[in-house]
């Protein structure tokens, strides 16, 4: 049964990790989501960084029951804060491993 927890509280990170892909599907995204040996990778526009740095995106995937969730949260948070001062400013992040143990890196592009 905590397997199985796990496994459902990674997707729901991995879920809540690209919701603003499928936020922006109606207009004029650039979210780019690639795969990767092992894991993804996620390019938000600039348009989509300013989405999650006002929306506090990060602050609500922060709260999910998942060991990686609260890091991984508040970087999101900060990387889009600091991106969506730039009028080109985006980040960029990737997600690796199995969903009870996720790792990987996060930017914040001027």
Do not use: E
């Amino acid at each position: 049964m905590r397997i199985a927890r796990k496994l459902a509280a990674g997707a729901l990170l991995a879920a809540a990790a690209s919701v603003s892909v499928v936020l922006g599907a109606g207009s004029a995204s650039a979210v780019a989501v690639t795969p990767l040996p092992g894991g993804w990778q996620v390019d938000l526009s600039p348009a989509d960084t300013q989405w999650v740095a006002n929306n506090h995106l990060g602050m609500a995937i922060a709260g999910l029951p998942h060991p990686s969730a609260a890091s991984f949260g508040a970087s999101l948070d900060s990387a889009a804060i600091l991106s969506s001062q730039y009028p080109a400013g985006r980040v960029v992040f990737t997600v690796y491993g199995p969903f009870d143990q996720l790792n990987g890196t996060m930017l914040a592009l001027q």
